[in-house]
């Protein structure tokens, strides 16, 4: 038999989730419905002594209760300076991120919100300011899913019970149950955009239709039926296009999909890579379609550290630093390579020197092998490097030497590559580029007795 499911209440002490929370400690005391509840309140510093009272009506009323209180808090203008985001985006990433590790760290099955259908009309309608498409009309779902607040990248379930309820329902819930919620003054602050929405916009449209929030709330149903419907054809479409398992995604076969599903099929790959679709809007969802629609290779920076990179033949995106298939050291730097020398990288992997007799048949090499006459050392000896600005080089077969860059083009080396290939430097230059060839005035001459052989090794090697 499964246990009981275990929630944690969000709880900011105002009539909505004091609405919730008792509400729900009704429900948790009959052991029929087979809830447990917790509750967790994130003080945001951000209104002195009325904060704290806050805090301190949300003790008092899970003290009486006997609902168990996480407490929290954070900086909010600290955060607001870091990232640049608003006021109440860095509020809101804060309070999520708490609500997050407190329901993962005490083994809750996921955070119940006090949002009403008031608050879904005020989020579609800045929605619509910002532009938004269909996904931004949808507003808030009853159940979400948050792949992007915690480090271990586990999911955070929010459930959204009261988007059928009214504002007006849960004051009015609050006063049958003699409690008395706190007021957010800065609800009243015009300079807050979603509150000139909620005490002007919202009033103004009410003259118009006085069930206009009602009204809204259907849209925003209609719109999230139609966005769960494009989201099973966009997931298949994805698996479709998809390359093994490594997360790439053909670019040939994205270019014949339709642009409109094809800006959909990206949503759900970026959705995939960050674990949420939050502040991807259309101004950036439409650099990501020109970028797999027009580029031959290059990158994008994304929200959520996510950077789209576009390849010869492949898209893919990855979160941060991650590059899984990139087989080079993530920092080359500078080093002297002899004869008998292993130069170690800080990843572990390694390039080696050393004299075969005799010369082997290239035939035989891998691609992370190479020959290289012994008259071309420099002393005996080579220099192993990243590339600089204006390297040239001559590739073993060519009749002259080029642009490295344009070496690292012709070969479909991916432009986020080129940095970490190390460059064996003998007398005349670059001797070789690792993994992809040697120069053609380095190569060992035919019927020549011994050579030297270069071999880097992989970090998995």
Known sequence: MTGPVRLLIALSGGADSTALLLGMHDLAGHRDHGIEI?????NHRLRGDNSDADEKFCRDLCDR????LHMGSGDVSTHVSADGASLESAARELRYRFLSQTASRHGLDAVVTGHTMDDQAETVLLAITRGAG????????HFTERADLNEDGAGLKVLRPMLALRRSDTEEFCRLAAVSPRQDESNLDPAYARNRVRNNVIPELREINPGVV?????????AREDVELIDQIAVGALGIVRIGDGGKISKASLRQISPVLLT???AEAFQTAAGTVRDLDMVALRSIVEAVSELDSGSIDLPHGIKLVVEHDAVRFLTGDDDPDCPYPGVVGEHDLGVLRTIKFEDRSSLS???SWPAPDPADLTKWQAII???VLRDGRMQVRSRLAGDRFHPLGMVSEMKLQDFFVNQHVPARWRDRVPLVLGEQGICWVVGERVAEWARVPDGASEAVLLEYVGAEG
């Not at 269909?134 to 779902?141: E, F, K, N, P």
């Open 38 to 42: 917790e509750a967790a309140h994130f």
């Open 65 to 68: 209760l006997g609902v168990t």
């Open 134 to 141: 269909l996904r931004g009309l949808s507003g808030m779902s």
């Open 214 to 222: 009602e009204a809204i709330s259907r849209l925003a149903a209609v």
């Open 264 to 266: 959909h099929v990206l």
């Open 353 to 355: 020197a050393r004299i």
């Open 373 to 375: 006459s012994p008259e």
